[in-house]
């Protein structure tokens, strides 16, 4: 009898568990760009460009290695859904199952679990760590921290491991990641792949289709197939990693890249082995091409943060979204879907993102992130807006990310305390603040940089939860130091500029 084999466009990997249970003389793949995946969020048009082409030329790959492929592209007739899809090919083929390796998103795991017709649910197993693994490793912990968890993962893989300890007698180097960039550092620039006739058939799709969605389809230089990630990966490590640890944490406005990799989006679409990048990784450090810094902090962003993120997805469960500790509910200001705003920062960060479907992880966290913590957005809203305009985003990633790191709206789940700043954060690690509207160095008055402002006012509106948080006691201190009529005069002006929002 035959089965269907559903194959989704973050799993194109041969050695999907779906793939790997099935038969390729008898079962049947079925892949689909159907309407509810691309519109669920309004995702830019790179992402949905970049899912499409890849899913294509996967499709491909698997009928020239002998699989029988049913595909059906977004104006074929069909379903809008991937449970409809399934339903037609099952009447089509008197198929007896469906095989599917699990998604990541509760969203679409529920829909195959209420699918009319009978679908097998397997474990995706391209984690280094299993569900089973992860609740053995919270089970009885009053605090779930990543760090300890990493140090598992090390562990688990060897990776820079000296016998029982770490290489380099430390497990986290990332003191010496914290340096800011200037703007006439020698960088090489990402890889750029030219698109060929495959992705240009999907671009003319995606122009076509989503023409009103927030971000720019072209110049459009993503990969779309294991040959160009494979490319992405080898010219990272060559000529980007030895100064990724370095600058990681540094934000230029005229070199949106810097050093990072750029991997992520090749990695959680199953084009790249996230495991194998960090054997390459751990090789350079080991063949001395990079420090030691940079290899550490690198595969702790892959084994640590990566498969703690998805862990803690699982772990809680399907209304971890839907968290609100804080009860933060104001409405995401409209500049967060055009860039236009006097804060240098926010302008750089936004544009970026609109232009690229990228910023790295501390404009997402620092800048974007921080200012929606601050002024009380809420949280669903933000989460939201990441889960659209990244070309990187996937819920299992993203919803830790937003509602938990950068939020806090799970409680203190993943951090201890919330991921806040003033300006001088954010002028120290880059070089926005120099051509603001507004001034860093003021603290109240016309012209008070907005995040000096607002980070007072998040501190005092929630005083009662965190004054006692041992990492946060000081600046309460210093609050309190402060004039009586000051504070009153922040608070005021905070005020008001919440209000213009």
């Known amino acids: 009898m035959v089965k269907l084999v559903l194959v989704l466009g973050d799993q194109l990997s041969p050695n999907i568990a779906a793939l790997k249970a099935a038969d390729k003389d008898t079962d049947v793949v079925v892949m689909a760009e159907v309407g509810d995946e691309a519109s669920y969020v309004p995702h830019h048009p790179k992402k949905i460009a970049f899912i499409f082409a890849a899913m294509r030329k996967f499709a491909q790959r698997l009928r020239d290695d002998g699989w029988t492929v049913e595909y059906k592209k977004l104006d074929d007739d069909g379903s809008d859904s991937i449970c409809g899809e399934l339903m037609r090919h099952y009447k089509t083929h008197d198929a007896d199952g469906v095989i599917a390796t699990e998604p990541g998103e509760f969203r679409l795991i529920e829909a195959l679990q209420?699918?009319?017709?009978?679908?097998?649910?397997?474990?995706?197993?391209?984690?280094i760590s299993t569900h089973k693994e992860f609740e053995e490793w919270a089970k009885g912990r009053k605090q779930l921290r990543m760090e300890y968890f990493y140090r598992d993962m090390r562990r688990k893989t060897g990776l820079l491991m000296d016998g029982d300890d770490p290489e380099g007698g430390k497990w986290n180097f990332d003191h010496d990641?914290?340096?800011?960039?200037?703007?006439?550092?020698?960088?090489e620039g990402p890889l750029r792949h030219e698109p060929d006739e495959v992705t240009r058939e999907?671009?003319?799709?995606?122009?076509?289709?989503?023409?009103?969605n927030f971000g720019d389809l072209e110049p459009f230089w993503f990969a779309t197939d294991v040959d160009g990630a494979e490319a992405v990966a080898d010219y990272f490590v060559e000529k980007l990693l030895p100064t990724f640890g370095d600058y990681q944490d540094a934000m230029v406005a005229n070199d949106r890249f810097l050093y990072h990799s750029l991997v992520s989006l090749y990695i959680h679409v199953g084009l790249l082995d996230p495991l194998d990048i960090c054997r390459r990784v751990e090789k350079a450090y080991k063949d001395g091409h990079a420090p030691i810094n940079a290899a550490e902090g690198y595969i702790r962003q892959i084994i640590g943060w990566r498969e703690y993120m998805r862990g803690i997805y699982f772990l809680e469960g399907p209304d971890y979204p839907n968290r609100n500790a804080l009860n933060h509910q104001r409405k995401l200001p409209g500049f967060y879907w055009s860039g236009e705003t006097e804060m240098a920062c926010l302008s750089h960060a936004i544009t970026a993102t609109k232009e690229e479907g990228y910023a790295h992880h501390i404009q997402r966290l620092m800048v974007t992130g921080n200012f929606a913590l601050l002024a009380g957005i809420n949280p669903q809203e933000i989460a939201e807006w990441y889960l659209a305009v990244y070309v990187d985003a996937y819920e299992w990633v993203e919803a830790p990310n937003v509602i938990g790191m950068s939020q806090f709206a799970d409680g203190g789940i993943v951090g201890s305390k919330p991921y806040v700043s003033s300006g001088a954060y954010i002028n120290k690690m880059s070089d926005y603040c120099k051509g603001c509207h507004y001034s860093v160095t003021k603290k109240t008055g016309e012209k008070?940089?907005?995040?000096?402002?607002?980070?007072?006012?998040?501190?005092?509106?929630?005083r009662e939860r965190f004054s006692k948080n041992p990492r946060m006691a000081q600046m309460y201190a210093t609050w309190d130091r402060m004039d009586e009529d000051r504070r009153k005069t922040v608070l005021s002006e905070a005020d008001s500029f919440l209000n213009s929002l």
């Open 114 to 127: 209420n699918c009319p017709v009978k679908v097998d649910i397997l474990e995706d197993d391209r984690f």
């Open 177 to 187: 990641n914290r340096k800011p960039a200037s703007d006439d550092l020698f960088k």
């Open 202 to 212: 999907v671009l003319g799709l995606v122009a076509s289709r989503f023409d009103n």
């Open 448 to 462: 008070a940089c907005p995040f000096n402002l607002l980070y007072w006012h998040f501190m005092d509106r929630h």
